[in-house]
């Protein structure tokens, strides 16, 4: 059976440089390489997706709405330069610091597999073909717990890793690192 791969980029950090809670077009400064990657993603036959935790919405900063309005022109952008993102998920709870009804456990905020595992089933991925870049150790266990194939850790040099990566990591120190390596299909297959 015919499956699709996706190339599943974390936000805030990955897409936009992270400066805590973004929710404005004029605080989202795409990261270098971010457009690059997408389209050559694309070209190899990868869906482009993006998963996000926004507990930012549920703490009340913003509402999903504006976090909607946002992604729109995100979206927009990536499109006007060959990138078009797929889908994008997002989970607006917290456990803790969320508000109401965004008060709880989800199972789809990372490190938990749920957006994942969603988008596999809304768009029929093989997850083992596929490949997940975040730049938090959370992310890496939500590919992980997802059956991801490859996983890339994007860790500025600056910011060494304090601990070696968990098995099966792959530690990038820019996105161009990960398009140069789109096509090394197996190479962390088998080592986790
Ligand atoms: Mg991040």
Redo the contacts with the bound molecule.
Sequence with gaps: MFKNKALFL?????VNV?YGYVHKKEDFHFIDGIFSLAAAALREGFLIIIVTNQAGIGRGYYTEAQFHELMDWVKDEFRRRGAAVHAVYFCPCHPTRGIGRYRRESPFRKPAPGMLLQAAADHDIDLEASLMV???LT?MEAGRAAGVGRLFYLTPERDAPAAPPPPGVVVVRSLAEVEARLHDADESRGDA
């Excluded at 974390?10 to 990955?14: M, P």
């Design positions: 974390d936000r805030d950090g990955v992270d975040g730049d938090a992310d």
